[in-house]
């Protein structure tokens, strides 16, 4: 359980010194990336209220659907939710049945889309 949670810290940290090296910005938090499109502003807190809510799998599948065009700002929107998945803690993942090798997945599936694979292979620790 703490191993885990230390894992997801870490992740968090990787996307962090990622979207530094992309977008050359101090990201303290995931506000500091200004989104430029209104719609993906309401898209992040629409997808953050379904992780809260515990609708993980559905939010997967609405984010997935609303990044199709891959834009920088789909890419922010994916870091900011998988920023927030990853903080949530071991009593959240467990309640509702999530596992980090699940999490872990659905990050590398996300980010192949935008990242080099070496760069998704480090965010996500992949020792492929």
Do not use: W
Not at 4 to 30: G, T, W
Not at 72 to 88: A, E, N, P
Not at 111 to 120: E, I, Q
């Amino acid at each position: 359980m703490f191993e885990q949670d230390y894992i997801m810290r870490q992740i968090k940290e990787c996307l962090d010194a990622a979207m530094k090296l992309l977008f050359h910005v101090n990201v303290e938090s995931p506000a500091m990336l200004v989104l430029k499109d209104q719609q993906k502003q309401a898209l992040c807190l629409k997808l953050t209220d379904m992780i809260d809510d515990g609708k993980i799998p559905e939010a997967i599948s609405e984010l997935d659907t609303a990044t199709s065009e891959k834009t920088r700002d789909d890419l922010i929107v994916g870091y900011r939710f998988y920023t927030h998945l990853c903080q949530k803690g071991d009593d959240f993942l467990e309640l509702h049945s999530l596992r980090y090798s699940e999490i872990e997945a659905e990050m590398k599936r996300f980010f192949s889309g935008y990242l080099s694979s070496d760069v998704v292979d480090l965010m996500t620790h992949s020792k492929e």
